[in-house]
């Protein structure tokens, strides 16, 4: 699903954030992406949906190199990739109906069709009830499910979330994670970048360790280091 | 497998036929959206509406304005009328001759002949110098043909050409046409003209500027939600649409205040009119815009709306990035 070869990344006026990453996530994997602040998870996420470009190497997205995808192209192919980020980024003076809908809106779709989807992402992040509340009046959790829930309206093949229990308590997070496995276990490929190795080690998923840019360790946490 | 990098994954996920009913659907909800988002804020697109109007309604009442003039000067025009002073000494018959061949010419429409002793009496009873004529021994004004020329001649360069040809005619000592008030009175016109065509090209681009910022600050205030929306995956083009649409609505509405605001200004001026017109006999009425003039400017308006959104659009959602 998500291929890197000796991929680099240096943002203009900073040191290199990324040092010839390889890794490979097979479609329907889940895995964590871990490292200390600064490591580098953030911008390798960005370079897979293009908010960023590699300075140099190769990324593959389903054997396609994107390295080279055009700008024009690049709203299609987000549109293939589920993103959820600590901050939510959900607009607050919409609606959550709204919000979750918002993807499926730019698709094109029809109104019948866009309520049907987003009632059943929403049903499956647990907040049909909290449909056309605004995010404002939710708790963290709620609206980082919202976020999971606009994540996930369009089906994608691959979700990725940046710190997504970032702002949660442990059983909250725990709760997120939960709902990660859900749609892993329908053949979704998730990949979560986290500093919070105390839920990495409860799961027992593959991790990717990052230190100051380069790929450190790779499989179960402390296996990697063996 | 669904591959991610699918060169039309729309087509893929939505059928044609359903996408091109979609996509007018959306593009009818944003047109109506953006309206809506306009209405959010009611006095601020109200003014900016407003200072659009203004702006338009200003080149639309200097054009009526010249459009009006225009036609009183038309019925002035044919008041061009060339005097011949014929060569003393001659004949009755040759005299009569000529006024007949004259009489003949395309151009003209009407003769009149003024003898030496119409001219003296006419004199006498114009000028009040009657009496200094007594002191002379002959009479020493010349007889004078007038000539009318036909309505099609009648401008002040047909008058002319006319003049120019009755005064090859031998039996004519010297010819005059009183139209230098006329010609100034066309230079006048023409340089409002051109100073109305100068003054609207400044007023648009105005429209052009205050539609264009309205628009740019639009888009600084939405900068969070563009950024989601590229997120998710919109394309440039459906971003741009809305404020298009508010860049239309814009146009539209305010060519509409334009029109509001000069039709009243002719209502008010029309009273007036019609008292000074009353005063001078004649049933003149002040023209207000046509139904193609109204649509002209309104359209124009739209338009200019459209080009500056557009331009606007271009350039700065281009630079906002996730
Ligand atoms: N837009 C940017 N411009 C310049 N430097 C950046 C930018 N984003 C991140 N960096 C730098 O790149 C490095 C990696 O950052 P990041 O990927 O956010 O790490 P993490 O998410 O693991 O905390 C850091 O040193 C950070 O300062
Ligand atoms: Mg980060």
């Given amino acids: ?71 024009r192209h690049v709203p299609y192919l987000r549109r293939h990739i589920g993103i959820i980020f600590q901050d939510h980024r959900l607009l607050m003076d919409k609606t959550v109906f709204e919000n979750v809908a918002l993807p499926l809106v730019i698709e094109g779709y029809g109104r019948n069709e866009i309520e049907r989807r987003v009632m059943a992402a929403l049903d499956k992040v647990g907040l049909s009830d909290k449909a056309f509340c605004i995010p404002v009046h939710l708790s963290g959790g709620e609206q980082q499910r919202v976020g999971i829930a606009r994540a996930v309206v369009n089906k994608p093949p691959l979700l990725l979330a940046d710190e997504p229990t970032g702002n949660l308590d442990p059983k909250l997070s725990t709760e997120i994670l939960k709902l990660f496995e859900a749609f892993n276990s329908v053949g979704v490929s998730v990949l979560i970048a986290t500093h919070d190795l105390g839920l990495i080690a409860k799961m027992r998923y593959r991790t990717l360790t990052l230190k100051n840019g380069k790929m450190s360790s790779d499989g179960l946490l402390g296996e990697g280091h063996a | 497998m669904r591959n991610i990098l699918n060169p039309s994954p729309r087509i893929a996920k939505v059928p044609l036929h359903k996408r091109f009913l979609m996509y007018w659907v959306n593009h009818f909800q944003q047109a109506i959206g953006s309206l809506g988002e306009l209405w959010r804020t009611p006095m601020a697109s109200l003014m900016t509406m407003a200072v659009l109007g203004i702006s338009l309604a200003l080149p639309a009442s200097f054009h009526l304005l010249l459009k009006n003039a225009e036609r009183v000067t038309a019925s002035w025009d044919n008041a061009a009328e060339v005097s011949l002073f014929l060569q003393p000494g001659l004949s009755d018959k040759t005299t009569q001759n000529f006024i007949q061949r004259i009489s003949l010419y395309d151009e003209v429409d009407a003769v009149t002949y003024i003898s030496k002793e119409q001219a003296v009496a006419e004199f006498r009873e114009m000028s009040g110098f009657g009496n200094a004529l007594d002191y002379l021994d002959s009479n020493p004004l010349p007889a004078v043909v007038q000539v009318t020329p036909k309505p099609q001649h009648a401008s002040p360069a047909g008058a002319k050409l006319l003049l120019a040809k009755l005064q090859q005619e031998k039996e004519v000592e010297q010819g005059k046409l009183d139209i230098e008030w006329l010609e100034r009175l066309h230079s006048i016109i023409n340089l409002a003209v051109d100073s109305v065509v100068a003054i609207a090209f400044l007023l648009l681009a105005s429209v052009l500027l205050i539609v264009g910022n309205t ?108």
């Fill in chain 1, 1 to 71: 699903m998500i291929k890197f070869e000796q991929v680099s990344k240096v943002y203009s006026g900073s040191h290199q954030a990324l040092q010839k990453v390889d890794f490979h996530l097979k479609q329907g994997e889940m895995a964590f992406l871990t490292g200390h602040s600064g490591a580098g998870k953030s911008t390798l996420l960005k370079l897979i949906s293009l908010l960023e470009r590699p300075s140099d190497g190769k990324i593959f997205l389903n054997g396609n190199d994107i390295s080279r995808v055009s700008r």
């Fill in chain 2, 215 to 322: 628009i740019r600050l639009n888009i600084l205030n939405r900068r969070s939600e563009i950024e989601v929306m590229k997120l998710v995956g919109a394309t440039d083009s459906f971003i741009h649409r809305p404020f298009l649409y508010t860049g239309l609505w814009y146009g539209l509405i305010g060519g509409l205040i334009a029109w509001v605001l000069t039709s009243s200004l002719v209502l008010w001026m029309e009273s007036a009119v019609i008292k000074v017109a009353g005063l001078y006999q004649s049933d003149f009425r002040l023209l207000g815009l046509s139904f193609s003039e109204f649509l002209f400017m309104v359209g124009l308006a739209s338009l200019l709306g459209l080009i500056s959104s557009f331009v606007t659009v271009k350039r700065h959602i281009h630079l906002i990035e996730p």
